[in-house]
C-alpha cells in the first residue's frame, strides 16, 4: 500500500520560512517524478514545484520561484520543500504527489498518488 505522508506544515508570519517533507511507503522516490501542490479555499489545486529524481531535474510554479527549493534523499525516500520568504498568498493546503517519469509535472491528474496533505498559513 503506497502512501504519502507530508509533514512540516504551520503558521508563520510573511517573511518566515518552513520545510515540508513527504515520507513514502510501498512507494520508490528514485527514477520517478514527485510533485507539491497546493490548494487555498475557493481556489484549484495548483502546481508549486516538482523533481524527476533521478535526473535530478526541479520545476518550480513562477509565483514560487527563487523562495521556494525541492529536494530529495532517495535513502529516506523523502521529498523536501524548503519554502522562504513566505507570503500571506502562500497560505494553502500543501500535497505532496507521486508519478511516473512520463508527462507533465505540472498536471495533477497525471499524479498516481497523493498524501493528505499539511497545513501553510502565512500571516501578514
Known amino acids: 500500500q503506497v502512501q504519502l505522508v507530508e509533514s512540516g506544515g504551520g503558521s508563520v508570519q510573511a517573511g518566515g520560512s518552513l520545510r515540508l517533507s513527504c515520507a513514502a511507503s510501498g512507494y520508490t522516490i528514485s527514477s520517478n517524478c514527485m510533485g507539491w501542490f497546493r490548494q487555498a479555499p475557493g481556489k484549484k489545486r495548483e502546481e508549486v514545484a516538482a523533481?524527476?529524481?533521478?535526473?535530478?531535474?526541479?520545476y518550480y510554479a513562477n509565483s514560487v520561484k527563487g523562495r521556494f527549493t525541492i529536494s530529495h534523499d532517495n535513502t529516506k525516500n523523502t521529498v523536501y520543500l524548503q519554502m522562504n520568504s513566505l507570503k500571506p498568498e502562500d497560505t494553502a493546503m500543501y500535497y505532496c504527489?507521486?508519478?511516473?517519469?512520463?508527462?507533465?509535472?505540472?498536471?495533477?491528474?497525471?499524479?498516481?498518488?497523493w498524501g493528505t496533505g499539511t497545513q501553510v498559513t502565512v500571516s501578514s
Open positions: 523533481v524527476y529524481t533521478n535526473s535530478r531535474s526541479t
Open positions: 504527489a507521486a508519478k511516473g517519469r512520463s508527462g507533465s509535472w505540472r498536471d495533477p491528474r497525471e499524479y498516481n498518488y
